[in-house]
């Protein structure tokens, strides 16, 4: 350990507790507590606020796996960090160096962004270690700001980045751009609020660390799923404090009705494989922290396993490991007030020793936290290990991100045969994934898009990844996009291809406003925004990934379409409350008809349904109650390349809503005949009220 100074004098240490972990502010100093069960030695380091040394300070007192100490004259402001001593034998899971500052493992805050050096890592790593600093967490002032509490029914999804989305947004002061602060902003808070989405699910906030190869390329981890800390929001989107910093944006947030969804990564961790830096968990508790291979039938240190693909897989199924997890999204439910959660790559967080399990110790702990189980809890319902891919397999109180929906869209609209029938399945809420009898009818997360692929624009401008700016020869991400580029690759004057361009992108925004389950915008497709061909901006702190707010006619005009979808879906209950008279999960009397007619306006027919030639279908969703008050709407969705004429229901006195052949996908009126022309690539939607 370093020698203290001679102002370890100030100090005096007292036994304290070994509950709660991490650094707890007190009248007369702090307590710390610590788990390092295989350390020899732990100690303290006191920084002042220009991050020099006072003085190490070790912790003498331990109770089971648990170092702790209460340092008295430990002052509000002052930060630390963490040295632990013990045996370095990697090849038995231990990774003890004195020489190597450690980030605690509960941090609340931290006073800097934690950024790779190779210089400063060497030797002594304290110059590159960010420093924790304690904190009070009852002092904020919400403003009577609460939780919005949207029902899963009226959720609508929107996938943000805090810089990208307010980087370069004019109305907001400099200083604040790409920050908490500027997206508490009213300039974005209003836009939220007028666009009409009720959550904001932001990108990784939680501090993090590019990779030691990123930034050899001068790249960085941009999108942030590369964490170090699992508590503590990151200074790099903050201008002077994060932890308050965070809990404003939050605030002003929730006082416009808007809910915060934390995309959170606990599914592995910046300290990568075995030959990885040491960091934080490493350094003090290697061997419960993550999974390693198994021979004959002992752990194999020296194979870290890779469910992440990133180096390491966090292991759940060790009780400390996952009680840190649990305390972690405590906090941010109870402390920082966020809504709800998406999990990156959550089956790593069900795995046990035998594989994925839908009732997995950490599933079932979130379920019964009664803390926790009044949040929002999204999975993205896979990883890269064996048995990873696990759609429709979380219990019956997550939400799930529907890839299967994604690419039967893509596929329909792309005009592929054969994909009507399960255009229709998606379009229902995916009930053969998520069945009736155990799922609610909003359990699909239905995405076009996502932040790890092409935005809207680009899935209907390029058929090829262009990711040459991430320096890997267009290798990375993915390569089967199913996109379509209309006749040209890339941007181009064409009046024909951009128009068709234009209504697909109204046609993908259409079909996933109108289909059953959560619907989840990315940031900036609502303006067609483009990431110049680049379908994995993963390392893109550059206008590649930053939302340009300088709009085009062209880019008004979806905006515009995408506000009215909203309100059409918010507006209409029989599109986002709805149960089919045939599901078994509701038993009330919110019930549905669906008919699905073929052009003629008769019932689709099984030939019709399995016809690969078969490209349009119309959707007339009727209250199951007769009642005249009742609005019934038809969606009419056409994916040929030539215009359908449509018999309309007689029924009832139709009026058009929607339709996307309109530059801004627009269109009202009362509609005279029991005919209606619908264009190619068109989706409609009509109301009407039964004639009586």
């Not at 993090?208 to 699992?230: H, Q, T």
């Not at 994604?406 to 609209?413: H, N, Q, V």
């Not at 905006?559 to 986002?576: D, G, P, Y």
């Given at each position: 350990?370093?020698?203290?100074?001679?102002?370890?004098?100030?100090?005096?240490?007292?036994i304290?507790?070994?509950?709660?972990?991490?650094?707890?502010?007190?009248?007369?100093?702090?307590?710390?507590?610590?788990?390092?069960?295989?350390?020899?030695?732990?100690?303290?380091?006191?920084y002042?606020?220009?991050?020099?040394?006072?003085?190490?300070?070790?912790?003498?007192?331990?109770?089971?796996?648990?170092?702790?100490?209460?340092?008295?004259g430990?002052?509000q402001?002052?930060?630390?960090g963490?040295?632990?001593?013990?045996?370095?034998?990697?090849?038995?899971g231990l990774?003890?160096?004195?020489?190597?500052?450690?980030?605690?493992?509960?941090?609340?805050?931290?006073?800097?962004?934690?950024?790779?050096?190779?210089?400063?890592?060497?030797?002594?790593?304290?110059?590159?270690?960010?420093?924790?600093?304690p904190?009070k967490g009852?002092?904020?002032?919400?403003?009577?700001?609460?939780?919005?509490?949207?029902?899963?029914?009226?959720?609508i999804?929107?996938?943000?980045?805090?810089?990208?989305?307010?980087?370069?947004?004019?109305?907001?002061?400099?200083?604040?751009?790409?920050?908490?602060l500027?997206?508490?902003h009213?300039?974005?808070?209003?836009?939220?609020?007028?666009l009409?989405?009720?959550?904001?699910?932001?990108?990784?906030?939680?501090?993090?660390?590019?990779?030691?190869?990123?930034?050899?390329?001068?790249?960085?981890?941009?999108?942030?799923?590369?964490?170090?800390?699992?508590?503590?929001?990151?200074?790099?989107?903050?201008?002077?404090?994060?932890?308050?910093e965070?809990?404003v944006?939050?605030?002003?947030?929730?006082?416009?009705?808007?809910?915060?969804?934390?995309?959170?990564?606990?599914?592995?961790?910046?300290?990568?494989?075995?030959?990885?830096?040491?960091?934080?968990?490493?350094?003090?508790?290697?061997?419960?922290?993550?999974?390693?291979a198994?021979?004959?039938?002992?752990?194999?240190?020296?194979?870290?396993?890779?469910?992440?693909?990133?180096?390491n897989?966090?292991?759940?199924?060790?009780?400390?490991?996952?009680?840190?997890?649990?305390?972690?999204?405590?906090?941010?439910?109870e402390?920082?007030?966020?809504?709800?959660?998406?999990?990156?790559?959550?089956?790593?967080?069900?795995?046990?020793?035998?594989?994925?399990?839908?009732?997995?110790?950490?599933?079932?702990?979130?379920?019964?936290?009664?803390?926790?189980?009044?949040c929002?809890?999204?999975?993205e319902?896979?990883?890269?290990?064996?048995?990873?891919?696990?759609?429709?397999?979380?219990?019956?109180?997550?939400?799930?991100?529907?890839?299967?929906?994604?690419?039967?869209?893509?596929?329909?609209?792309?005009?592929?045969?054969?994909?009507?029938?399960?255009?229709?399945?998606?379009?229902?809420?995916?009930?053969?994934?998520?069945?009736?009898?155990?799922?609610?009818?909003?359990?699909?997360?239905?995405?076009?898009?996502?932040?790890?692929?092409?935005?809207?624009?680009?899935?209907?401008?390029?058929?090829?990844?262009?990711?040459?700016?991430?320096?890997?020869?267009?290798?990375?991400?993915h390569?089967?996009?199913?996109?379509?580029?209309?006749?040209?690759?890339?941007?181009?004057?064409?009046?024909?291809?951009?128009?068709?361009?234009?209504?697909?992108?109204?046609?993908?925004?259409?079909?996933?406003?109108?289909?059953?389950?959560?619907?989840?915008l990315?940031?900036?497709?609502?303006?067609?925004?483009?990431?110049?061909?680049?379908?994995?901006?993963?390392?893109?702190?550059?206008?590649?990934?930053?939302?340009?707010w300088?709009?085009?006619?062209?880019?008004?005009?979806?905006?515009?379409?995408?506000?009215?979808?909203?309100?059409?879906?918010?507006?209409?209950a029989i599109?986002?409350?709805?149960?089919?008279?045939?599901?078994?999960?509701?038993?009330?009397?919110?019930?549905?008809?669906?008919?699905?007619?073929?052009?003629?306006?008769?019932?689709?027919?099984?030939?019709?349904?399995?016809?690969?030639?078969?490209?349009a279908?119309?959707?007339?969703?009727?209250?199951?109650?007769?009642?005249?008050?009742?609005?019934?709407?038809?969606?009419?969705?056409?994916?040929?390349?030539?215009s359908?004429?449509?018999?309309?229901?007689?029924?009832?006195?139709?009026?058009v809503?929607?339709?996307?052949?309109?530059?801004?996908?627009?269109?009202?009126?009362?509609?005279?005949?029991?005919?209606?022309?619908?264009?190619?690539?068109?989706?409609?939607?009509?109301?009407?009220?039964?004639?009586?």
């Amino acid at each position: 350990m370093k020698k203290a100074n001679s102002l370890k004098a100030s100090f005096s240490v007292g036994i304290g507790t070994s509950y709660p972990l991490g650094a707890t502010l007190t009248e007369t100093g702090c307590n710390f507590a610590v788990r390092a069960p295989d350390a020899t030695q732990l100690a303290i380091c006191l920084y002042d606020d220009q991050e020099r040394e006072i003085c190490c300070i070790p912790l003498e007192h331990r109770s089971g796996d648990v170092w702790h100490g209460h340092i008295a004259g430990f002052t509000q402001g002052m930060m630390y960090g963490i040295r632990s001593k013990g045996e370095y034998k990697p090849e038995q899971g231990l990774y003890f160096d004195a020489n190597k500052l450690l980030i605690d493992p509960y941090a609340k805050s931290l006073n800097r962004p934690l950024n790779w050096s190779n210089r400063l890592y060497e030797g002594d790593s304290q110059a590159m270690i960010p420093k924790a600093i304690p904190v009070k967490g009852d002092d904020f002032d919400w403003q009577g700001a609460e939780k919005p509490q949207i029902a899963d029914a009226d959720m609508i999804l929107y996938e943000a980045h805090v810089k990208g989305f307010t980087y370069l947004l004019d109305e907001m002061p400099k200083d604040i751009r790409g920050t908490y602060l500027g997206l508490a902003h009213p300039g974005a808070v209003n836009y939220l609020k007028e666009l009409g989405v009720t959550s904001i699910q932001l990108l990784p906030v939680s501090t993090f660390m590019s990779e030691a190869w990123l930034v050899d390329r001068k790249l960085c981890n941009y999108w942030g799923y590369n964490p170090i800390n699992f508590f503590a929001p990151d200074p790099r989107y903050a201008v002077n404090n994060a932890y308050d910093e965070f809990k404003v944006m939050v605030r002003e947030l929730h006082k416009a009705g808007i809910e915060v969804i934390l995309d959170v990564v606990f599914n592995h961790t910046a300290e990568s494989g075995g030959d990885g830096p040491i960091l934080s968990f490493r350094g003090l508790d290697n061997r419960s922290s993550y999974w390693f291979a198994q021979h004959e039938h002992k752990p194999d240190y020296n194979h870290y396993l890779n469910h992440s693909g990133c180096g390491n897989a966090v292991n759940l199924d060790n009780p400390d490991t996952l009680a840190l997890v649990l305390d972690a999204l405590r906090h941010w439910a109870e402390e920082m007030q966020v809504d709800g959660f998406r999990f990156d790559l959550a089956v790593t967080l069900g795995r046990e020793p035998d594989g994925f399990k839908s009732n997995g110790a950490f599933l079932k702990a979130v379920y019964q936290d009664p803390i926790l189980r009044h949040c929002k809890f999204i999975a993205e319902p896979w990883d890269v290990g064996l048995g990873g891919y696990q759609l429709g397999q979380f219990p019956n109180n997550w939400l799930e991100c529907n890839d299967r929906y994604r690419d039967s869209m893509r596929s329909f609209w792309r005009g592929d045969a054969g994909y009507l029938a399960d255009f229709a399945t998606r379009l229902m809420g995916s009930r053969d994934i998520f069945h009736g009898n155990r799922r609610h009818p909003h359990a699909s997360v239905n995405f076009i898009t996502y932040h790890d692929g092409f935005t809207l624009h680009d899935l209907v401008t390029y058929e090829q990844r262009h990711n040459e700016a991430n320096q890997e020869n267009s290798r990375d991400g993915h390569g089967h996009n199913i996109s379509a580029n209309y006749g040209i690759e890339g941007e181009t004057t064409d009046r024909t291809i951009n128009k068709i361009r234009r209504k697909q992108q109204r046609n993908f925004i259409a079909s996933m406003m109108l289909s059953r389950g959560v619907p989840h915008l990315l940031a900036g497709d609502e303006i067609s925004r483009t990431q110049k061909g680049n379908n994995n901006a993963y390392c893109q702190d550059s206008d590649i990934s930053w939302i340009d707010w300088d709009l085009s006619t062209p880019q008004l005009d979806q905006l515009k379409f995408v506000k009215q979808l909203i309100n059409l879906r918010k507006s209409h209950a029989i599109l986002n409350r709805h149960c089919v008279q045939d599901d078994p999960f509701y038993q009330g009397n919110d019930r549905v008809n669906v008919d699905w007619l073929a052009p003629t306006g008769r019932a689709m027919t099984h030939a019709e349904w399995h016809d690969p030639a078969t490209q349009a279908v119309a959707t007339w969703l009727k209250p199951a109650q007769a009642d005249a008050s009742e609005q019934h709407l038809l969606l009419i969705f056409n994916a040929s390349q030539a215009s359908q004429e449509f018999t309309l229901p007689a029924s009832c006195r139709w009026q058009v809503l929607i339709d996307t052949d309109a530059e801004d996908g627009i269109k009202n009126g009362r509609i005279r005949s029991n005919r209606y022309i619908v264009q190619e690539r068109s989706t409609v939607v009509l109301s009407g009220r039964p004639i009586s």
